[in-house]
């Protein structure tokens, strides 16, 4: 059997007397898309937190191509070929487009091949009209893609995305799933969303959070069709 | 066996102090997030308001223990009126405007009093530890210290402006949906807190003498025992005094008191590694 | 807060304007000896010298975005390495690598503390503070005949008196006149500034920025902010070290004041009236200062320190991002052509309250 590109264990956190997430096992193939819902306070964003390194859990261990990176600093799982878009953007306000992004490129890479990247994923993104904006004064949308566009340039195996259409107009949306569809013909994605719409145009496996657990994990058709997910999503509780 | 009750008085002395020079500067922090550059001066104008109130005839304790904290909580109101409530959220612009109102005091207390340090007599004699005289005034520090504290604590949890205090410091728009103005509450603290400043100056006068530059010696302990006890007023410097008057103490009497700072640096700096969030950021985080 | 104000200061300019500023430093540095005595190239020195202070703090704070309170700490460790360097040493040039060395390693360790215990601005303010007041107090207390370095007796608040002058390099007797210093103090102005130029546009500096942008951003694109703020720290410290050798160098003489909080307050002063984010800032902020210093020493109206106080409060409340971006800011308006995303620009989204 071969090594899953990550794999969770056992992973528990606990604040306080609380578990927000509780015995949580996931396995992620290589190339994959994984979507992660569930209605608020699921522990979906918690866990998000833990695959990154932005906590340490409790309990468990979180492997990256068999690596323990349980708790590892940010920068350490990022540099293992991890890419990371935030919920709240986190992008460099005061450079412009071209510099961040470059930023992103330019970590062990030449610096002509890191200005190709550049170049190569602001044409991705339709953003090289934009290309000498200052990022601060973008709208929100040209804003998300900025983010996404700088995780990309890093070139990651791995791209974890928190609520990435967040925000965004109806057509936004739609080029972001079909973005993400784009990214998923080389690298995994696990994508973190709770519009069921976004969703259905991108999902293939899908894995259900509830109370800190796992509550089914399947196709994304039969998880939508499940009951038992619709009560959940309804606010009923489902056991 | 008597220098062992000396150095024991000496170290009760010294946690006093720190207290005492550290609550000031610690209700403003706590309670505003805000790093008063300009704590050591507010004590430095409370030295000068007792020497100044002392030399008019004014019995000595009026002037420690009343007119220096009155006055420097009353010079803590104008500031906050005029400088510091226009710099709310921006911490690190009121860092800097309130060390520009240091540099500002030290300078308009020299071209009025000029450079010369004054005296104000110490109002208690001595008594003897076996061999060692030791000076009762020590004990006037520890007690004013502890019913600073002690105070303080009292009225965070007994009185009024207290719970409002405390709500304003978990949740600002809370208390402003209670009725509280949040402003009120802020220009109040900051006037406290400049007024434990004065009072710790005031008292710590007759030891120090006063002059213009008296501060600087004063906030570098400050600063350390506000930074290392966290964000709980009243058990985070009375915990921080403990532990670094000790040090500094225990250190001073076996070397110099030049090294006895050293070395709480030197603890200060290690801990903040170990506790970035100070001792009641990690443990008893609930406290008040 | 201030950085929010930065925006275009630091990449704008493009070639021109350092090379510009690198031209006018030359000019000042052959043509100064030309038209003016001793007693004015004197002045000068100690301009060029706190100038280089005023370029590292600018570095560190509005580059790197360390809030360093006290780095008159690292200017008082060069003088004083200098000082016990050059009274042990014949050749001075040991006592130049040593003003730079120590303080680097000095700002080595702290940083360690500081950066690696991930605490915030405020509190690195506060740590770098208290660190400059009691090595202070540290210096002040070593009068009497058993502190001393080698040959050099640290000598109190007195302060070490007569310290031996630069050499040229391998030629001790070879001891540099008032011109001599002159063209080392400018000399090593220019050079810091290119320097640091190049630092700003090189991979590393690049990151710096970043960082000071968006720490949490840079960090998940694999950069250790911890480290890369270390090494902002270290090279601020080595060149605050080198204008200490040079300040010690100017009087001939150290002693504790050079660590005081006025010290520390008047470079802070230099960076912020200057402008955070630029290198000219802080160059300028530096001689306006000092000649403000002078003119209201000279005449006896105000007390220097009550002028700081009040030029620090005017500027925090009323031009936070100092008189250099102000005046770039207006000129750009002047002349809108040449850069668009300027002149289009849409409000400034508000991402950055959150």
Same mark, same amino acid.
């Given at each position: 059997m071969s090594v899953p590109l990550l794999e969770a264990e056992n992973v528990t956190m606990r604040f306080g007397g609380v578990a927000?997430? !509780?015995d949580v096992n996931l396995k992620l193939e290589e190339v994959e898309l994984r979507c992660l819902i569930g209605p608020n306070g699921a522990g979906k964003s918690t866990f998000f937190k833990i695959l990154t390194g932005q906590l340490r859990p409790t309990e468990g261990v979180v492997r990256f191509r068999g690596q323990d990176i349980t708790g590892a600093h940010p920068h350490v799982i990022a540099r293992l070929g991890v890419g990371i878009k935030t919920q709240v953007p986190n992008v460099?306000? %005061? =450079?412009?487009v071209r510099e961040g992004i470059g930023i992103a490129a330019g970590?062990?890479?030449s610096l002509r091949h890191a200005r190709q990247i550049v170049d190569e994923t602001m044409e991705l993104l339709q953003l090289s009209p934009i290309?000498?904006?200052?990022? %601060? !004064? =973008?709208a929100h949308g040209q804003r998300q893609w900025v983010e996404i566009a700088t995780v990309l340039a890093q070139e990651p195996d791995l791209i974890l995305l928190d609520e990435?259409?967040? %925000?965004?107009?109806h057509e936004e949306v739609l080029r972001t799933a079909e973005l993400i569809r784009e990214i998923n013909k080389k690298q995994a994605l696990v994508v973190v969303e709770h519009d069921m719409q976004f969703i259905r145009m991108i999902a293939k496996t899908v894995t259900v959070f509830n109370r800190g657990k796992i509550l089914i994990e399947n196709q994304v058709e039969a998880v939508l069709a499940d009951p038992g997910v619709r009560d959940v999503y309804l606010g009923k509780q489902a056991h | 066996m008597d220098l062992y009750g000396l150095v024991g008085f000496n170290i009760l002395v010294g946690i006093g102090t720190i207290a005492l020079i550290t609550v000031g500067l610690g209700v403003i922090y706590g309670m505003?997030?805000?790093?008063?550059?300009?704590h050591g001066e507010f004590m430095m104008l409370g030295a000068y308001a007792t020497y100044v109130a002392n030399t008019h005839g004014i019995n000595i304790w009026i002037a420690m223990l009343i007119i220096a904290p009155i006055f420097v909580g009353l010079v803590g109101l104008v500031v906050e009126r005029c400088l510091i409530r226009f710099l709310y959220g921006r911490m690190i612009d009121t860092m800097l405007a309130t060390w520009g109102l240091s540099l500002g005091l030290i300078g308009l207390m020299t071209s009025i009093f000029g450079n010369d340090p004054r005296g104000v007599p110490t109002p208690v004699g001595s008594f003897s530890i076996g061999h060692y005289a030791a000076s009762l005034y020590g004990f006037v520090i520890v007690v004013v210290a502890i019913l600073a504290l002690a105070g303080f604590y009292a009225m965070l949890s007994l009185t009024r402006y207290g719970l409002i205090v405390r709500a304003t410091m978990q949740n600002p728009n809370m208390a402003a949906a209670l009725g509280v103005a949040p402003p009120t509450i802020y220009m109040a603290t900051f006037a406290l807190g400049a007024a434990l400043a004065g009072l710790a100056g005031g008292v710590l006068a007759p030891i120090s003498g006063v002059s213009p530059v008296m501060g600087a010696a004063f906030i570098a302990k400050a600063f350390i025992t506000v930074l290392g006890g966290g964000a709980a007023i009243v058990t985070g410097t009375s915990l921080a005094s403990g532990l670094f008057g000790f040090i500094d103490t225990f250190v001073s009497f076996k070397s110099t008191p030049v090294i006895g700072e050293v070395a709480l640096l030197l603890a200060a700096v290690v801990m903040i590694r170990i506790l970035p969030q100070g001792i009641t950021g990690r443990f008893l985080r609930r406290s008040l | 807060m201030i950085f929010r104000k930065l925006k275009r200061a630091d990449s704008a300019? $493009?070639?021109w304007g350092p090379v510009a500023v690198v031209v006018a430093g030359l000019v000042l540095l052959v043509g100064a000896p030309m038209v003016t005595g001793t007693f004015g190239l004197l002045q000068l020195t100690v301009l060029a010298a706190l100038a280089i202070f005023a370029l590292a703090q600018g570095f560190i704070w509005?580059?790197?975005g360390i809030l360093c309170f006290g780095q008159s700490a690292f200017l008082g460790l060069g003088g004083y390495a200098y000082a016990v360097g050059a009274l042990n040493m014949t050749d001075t040039t040991g006592a130049v690598a040593l003003a730079i060395i120590v303080p680097m390693l000095f700002a080595a360790l702290l940083g360690y503390f500081m950066f690696y215990g991930r605490i915030s601005d405020a509190y690195i303010g506060v740590i770098t503070l208290t660190v400059s007041i009691i090595l202070f107090d540290l210096f002040n207390s070593?009068? $009497?005949? *058993?502190?001393?370095i080698g040959q050099a007796? &640290? $000598? $109190?608040?007195?302060g070490i008196p007569s310290v031996p002058p630069l050499n040229i390099p391998g030629n001790p007797d070879a001891q540099l006149d008032t011109n001599g210093l002159w063209y080392a103090a400018m000399g090593a102005l220019i050079l810091c500034y290119i320097l640091l130029k190049w630092i700003l546009a090189s991979r590393f500096g690049r990151v710096v920025v970043a960082i000071r942008e968006n720490e949490t951003r840079a960090q998940l694109l694999g950069y250790d902010p911890r480290l890369f703020k270390l090494l902002t720290f270290i090279i601020g410290a080595g060149i605050s070290g080198l204008a200490g050798c040079l300040y010690t160098n100017w009087g001939a003489f150290i002693s504790?004041?050079?660590?005081?909080l006025t010290m520390s307050a008047q470079v802070i002063i230099y960076v912020l009236v200057g402008g955070l984010?630029? &290198? *000219?800032g802080p160059i300028l902020g530096a001689v306006g200062i000092q000649y403000l210093i002078n003119v209201a020493g000279g005449q006896h109206v105000i007390d220097p320190n009550l002028l700081l106080g009040i030029v620090l409060v005017a500027f925090v409340l009323l031009?936070?991002?100092?008189?250099v971006p102000v005046i770039r800011a207006g000129f750009r308006r002047l002349i809108p052509a040449k850069q668009p995303s300027t002149t289009l620009a849409q409000p400034v989204s508000q991402e950055a309250s959150r």
């Open positions: 927000a997430v !509780q460099f306000n %005061g =450079l412009t970590r062990k890479k290309a000498d904006r200052m990022v %601060g !004064q =973008l990435p259409a967040a %925000g965004m107009t | 505003m997030k805000i790093i008063n550059l300009a | 300019g $493009g070639i509005g580059f790197g070593t009068s $009497g005949d *058993i502190y001393h007796p &640290l $000598g $109190g608040f007195n504790p004041t050079v660590f005081s984010g630029t &290198l *000219i031009v936070p991002q100092g008189v």
